[in-house]
């Protein structure tokens, strides 16, 4: 049981906006703590898609936004492409825990 | 360019040791904090252990402590993952990744990944 919550998948067509979703608690996102997003494509490694919330790193196409409100963030993809096919873990750090924490992960599939 | 290569994998019997290397390229690497994250078959991403740019401060993950050990040797840009007592469940590809900060604290992150190593704990 990761301690940030992803749904397990989520969908969408091309050219489509899909959300996934990042429930924390009062220890990580709750406590103000930044949230970051990694973009793993398969057979890859991760790559940082998102970090401090809402900002992308060089290279990173603007179709990719986050935000944070409360104890969750999430990530929203505009325009699908099926390039976009890939497993997204949001990341934070817990204050219980003392230590970095990822969600479960979500696949996105672009039918 | 940025790089970090991991090495070490391999296969090890179950209460056996291995010990990870990660040799970093491209930047100053007594400048920033690394880390070891590791991914079981078909599972999701875990974080197993930071250790902060200077080598003062180590963080672990409940379920490798007291059986990992992370080190760096900053002037061979090198980074270390120790591991003893190996079990199944330990079975995973491990990455090495750079740290985006010198040190973990709330707003840390990781901004480049190696393509990491596999390590199989079997009998």
């Known amino acids: 049981q990761s301690v940030l919550t992803q749904p397990p998948s989520v969908s969408g067509a091309p050219g489509q906006r899909v959300t996934i979703s990042c429930t924390g608690s009062?220890?990580?996102?709750?406590?103000?703590?930044?949230v970051h997003w990694y973009q793993q494509l398969p057979g890859t490694a991760p790559k940082l898609l998102i970090y401090?919330?809402?900002y992308r790193p060089s290279g990173v196409p603007d179709r990719f936004s986050g935000s944070k409100s409360g104890t969750s963030a999430s990530l929203a993809i505009t325009g699908l492409q099926t390039e976009d096919e890939a497993d997204y873990y949001c990341?934070?750090?817990?204050?219980?825990?003392?230590?970095?924490?990822f969600g479960g992960g979500t696949k996105l599939t672009v039918l | 360019e940025v790089q970090v290569l991991e090495s070490g994998g391999g296969l090890v019997q179950p209460g056996g040791s291995l010990r990870l290397s990660c040799a970093a390229s491209?930047?100053?690497?007594?400048?920033?904090?690394m880390n070891w994250v590791r991914q079981a078959p078909g599972k999701g991403l875990e974080w197993v252990s930071a250790?902060?740019?200077?080598?003062?401060?180590?963080y672990y993950a409940d379920s490798v402590k007291g059986r990992f050990t992370i080190s760096r040797d900053n002037s061979k840009n090198t980074l270390y993952l120790q591991m003893n007592s190996l079990r199944a469940e330990d079975t995973a590809v491990y990455y090495c990744?750079?740290?985006?900060?010198?040190?973990?604290?709330?707003?840390?992150?990781?901004?480049?990944w190696g393509k990491g190593t596999t390590v199989t704990v079997s009998s």
């Open positions: 491209g930047f100053t690497f007594s400048t920033y904090a």
């Open positions: 009062s220890s990580n996102i709750g406590a103000g703590y930044d």
């Open positions: 990341q934070s750090y817990d204050s219980s825990l003392s230590g970095v924490v």
């Open positions: 250790i902060s740019a200077s080598g003062d401060s180590t």
């Open positions: 401090g919330n809402s």
């Open positions: 990744a750079k740290g985006a900060l010198t040190t973990v604290s709330h707003y840390y992150y990781m901004d480049v």
